[in-house]
């Protein structure tokens, strides 16, 4: 590493990083492959390791941050359940009640593996095992513990995952961790089949990894950035059981244990005991050329597989294609068709009825009224003519008595002759002709004289009303039987198109048929090349799954192999790495200790009632003192199991606030193996933080006047209920609410 010193610290600390998220995700378990594969591929670029200038986890820890809501589904007895914790500012304490075996440690458990999956089962194991309960933690164990979470009665219906999804405030708004796993038919989960999902913002946006950085350490780097180390969860999240632990520990291995968790020591541990054995293991000699040309020829015959496979594939491709489309186009002509519904050929036929039906009743109309009227439409017009002059004449005639037309002649032509002036004797001779042949003609005596007594039998009233009864009637009959034959028209027009629509109908009935056969050959034809192409698609899938791993490992085994590649590299990489991280951590350790102290004697005091204990001191060698007023160390003096359960709360109270800003507490059991004036002081504490605290608590806990001295800072409750079926496994569900008699 020739040009080491040319990098900075801030490419250390970022390497250091990538390290740590390695350990994380790959740690703890049997096989070690894929975690040095990973320090192969990290420790591959050339880093001065004594720049290193480590930056703690807690100054990554100290934004604050508020759980908005949690998302149960199929995690142990909750089959769905919700929690919401949205609350005001000024009420941040949230109550969770429920009675022993409801699901409050299930709860508990839900935030812990959500938030940090198979770390949080690690990290949380840690405190036991530095107890002396128990062998060390492994992941096969966590594989187990998933197994039996799945809620055993959503499995026998069928369900085969089950989730967790924590919505956090944090300082840049809302982030989301949704987490799933994923079983077998057999309730086996293999870690693979853990699904992370990360989202941020009110769009609820899904964070994607960088190119360069693997999904899973980018994931655990994105929630440790926003929330805190998941060696700080057992500060978080915990219960009455772990403050026991941890009050069971002398002091100074309370303290040493809670700041190596607040600044991550922890972690640095664990990596310099893993970077130990990955420099034994690269430090070897690697003879591999064997291995190396049968990976090498498994690759080729897995490759020669899968080209085949995939030429399959394309021809499945080009024959499904057109057959698609044929499929596609003959849809959407059947769709087009449509012949109408049952109850429009219904309407269709009933018109058919009612239109031939009215037809036959025009015709007989037409039939009828010929007989009536056509006698008046075939007489010849001339006759029809005559008959009516002949009927004017008969009654104007008829209105003069015998004789008296003369008489009136006569006189009309006399007093023609006296009118002044007088004519001539030609002149008046030539009127009285013209008014004599004016008279005979108006009365028709002297045009046909017998015509004015062809119709003598009418009197001039009948004659004038039978005249105008052959004239009307007439054209009546003209009229009425042109709307007859325009109605039968009509009526044979409308059953002439009924009868098109039928041949269309029909038509379109037998086209939809050939299309209908056409179709279901074509849709058998796709399915059985679609099944050909899903089995090479599965086909090449495997073989593809198959020659990734082989090729990686090969490119690996090629690059360990070259002279100054990884192998020896990287070993030398690591213990430059363990030496700077030792110094690191001694020096980084004492300089956090009077932070601590400080915090620690506020915390404590607020919390124990003697009030004795005026600080608490700790020395550069992690050594803790307990002193009065005069400076005296109380250590020796016997402490009852609450104040040593006071002490561990105190300490875990100043652990999530040493990065300047509080972090929330989920307390399960709170108050238990208190006396009455340290249960007042531990609730005073809790509700006068600013931060979010969430109380899972017994009803005999937090009840009466212990509720009573919190409710004004309460701002979300919930109850716990479990309920069996019929004597079988049951569930919990979550109602709004606390325990009924506290609600009231």
Same mark, same amino acid.
């Given at each position: ?7 900075? %610290? ?199 990894? %960088? ?16 929330? !805190? ?29 809670? $700041? ?84 429009? /050929? ?9 239109? &031939? ?17 056509? %006698? ?44 002044? %002036? ?18 005979? !003609? ?27 009864? $052959? ?111 030792? &110094?690191?951590?001694? &020096?980084?350790?004492? /300089? ?153």
């Amino acid at each position: 590493m020739n040009d080491a010193a040319s990098h900075s %610290p801030s490419e250390a600390a970022a390497a250091l990083h990538l390290l740590i998220s390695a350990r994380n995700l790959y740690g703890s378990s049997g096989n070690r492959r894929r975690l040095f594969n990973r320090f192969d591929e990290i420790l591959s670029a050339p880093i001065n390791w004594s720049t290193i200038g480590w930056n703690p986890t807690v100054t990554r820890a100290s934004r604050s941050f508020r759980f908005r809501r949690i998302l149960l589904r199929n995690w142990k007895a909750f089959d769905r359940a919700e929690l919401d914790f949205s609350a005001p500012f000024d009420r941040p304490v949230a109550l969770i009640g429920g009675n022993n075996g409801n699901g409050k440690t299930s709860l508990l458990e839900a935030m812990a593996l959500g938030l940090y999956g198979v770390r949080a089962y690690l990290d949380r194991s840690r405190l036991a095992r530095e107890a002396g309960a128990g062998a060390p933690p492994k992941r096969s164990h966590y594989h187990q513990m998933i197994e039996r979470a799945m809620h055993r009665q959503a499995f026998e219906r069928g369900a085969r995952d089950m989730s967790v999804t924590i919505e956090i405030d944090a300082e840049d708004g809302l982030f989301e961790i949704e987490r799933h796993w994923y079983f077998g038919d057999d309730g086996s989960f293999v870690e693979d089949d853990e699904e992370l999902v990360l989202r941020s913002g009110a769009d609820r946006h899904i964070l994607s990894s %960088p190119r360069d950085v693997p999904s899973a350490e980018f994931a655990f780097f994105e929630i440790e950035r926003r929330i !805190g180390p998941a060696s700080m969860l057992p500060f978080l999240l915990f219960d009455g059981e772990q403050i026991r632990r941890l009050a069971q520990r002398e002091l100074g291995d309370q303290v040493r244990f809670g $700041l190596e968790s607040a600044l991550g020591v922890t972690s640095i541990k664990g990596l310099i005991e893993d970077m130990s054995d990955y420099a034994k293991d690269r430090g070897k000699d690697q003879q591999a050329d064997e291995v190396e040309a049968s990976i090498a020829a498994q690759i080729g015959s897995l490759s020669s597989d899968l080209a085949s496979t995939r030429a399959e594939l394309e021809k499945l491709e080009t024959a499904l294609s057109p057959l698609r489309c044929r499929r596609d186009d003959i849809v959407r002509s059947i769709g087009s068709i449509g012949d109408g519904t049952y109850e429009d /050929r219904y309407v269709d036929l009933e018109m058919r009825r009612r239109t &031939e039906s009215e037809l036959q009743a025009a015709r007989h109309d037409l039939l009828v009224g010929g007989v009536r009227l056509l %006698p008046y439409l075939l007489l010849p017009t001339k006759l029809m003519q005559s008959t009516e002059r002949a009927l004017d004449v008969a009654a104007r005639s008829t209105m003069l008595a015998p004789g008296q037309d003369e008489r009136m002649l006569r006189e009309l032509i006399a007093a023609m002759e006296s009118t002044e %002036p007088r004519l001539s004797a030609a002149s008046m001779a030539d009127l009285a002709r013209r008014t004599r042949e004016a008279w005979h !003609g108006s009365i028709g005596t002297e045009e046909n004289p017998d015509r004015a007594n062809l119709h003598a039998y009418l009197g001039g009233h009948d004659a004038r009303r039978v005249h105008g009864l $052959l004239a009307s009637s007439r054209a009546a009959a003209r009229a009425e039987i042109s709307a007859m034959l325009a109605r039968i028209d009509a009526l044979v027009n409308s059953l002439a198109r009924m009868d098109e629509q039928d041949m269309q109908r029909s038509r379109a009935e037998q086209n939809r048929s050939e299309l209908v056969e056409e179709l279901a050959a074509k849709s058998r034809r796709i399915a059985e090349l679609e099944g050909e192409r899903r089995r090479h698609d599965q086909i090449a899938g495997k073989l593809q799954a198959q020659i990734e791993p082989l090729e990686g490992d090969l490119n690996r085994r090629k690059a360990q192999r070259r002279g100054t590649g990884h192998s020896s590299g990287g070993a030398d990489a690591a213990r430059s790495l363990i030496q700077a991280l030792h &110094e690191v951590v001694e &020096e980084t350790m004492p /300089r956090y200790y009077e932070d601590l102290a400080s915090a620690l004697t506020r915390a404590y005091r607020e919390l124990a009632h003697k009030g004795i204990v005026q600080s608490v001191s700790i020395e550069p060698n992690g050594t803790v003192a307990l002193l009065d007023a005069q400076g005296r160390d109380l250590r020796d003096t016997d402490a009852s199991a609450g104040e040593n359960q006071i002490f561990a709360m105190a300490l875990i109270s100043a652990i999530t606030g040493l990065g300047g800003s509080a972090l929330p507490l989920v307390v399960d059991t709170p108050l238990g193996r208190l006396d009455t004036g340290h249960r007042d002081r531990v609730l005073d504490y809790f509700a006068g933080r600013d931060a979010q605290t969430i109380l899972l608590s017994q009803p005999e806990e937090v009840a009466g006047r212990y509720y009573d001295r919190i409710v004004s800072r309460v701002g979300t409750e919930h109850h716990l209920l479990y309920r069996s079926n019929g004597g079988g496994l049951g569930e919990t569900t979550v109602e709004k609410g606390y325990f009924p008699r506290i609600a009231a």
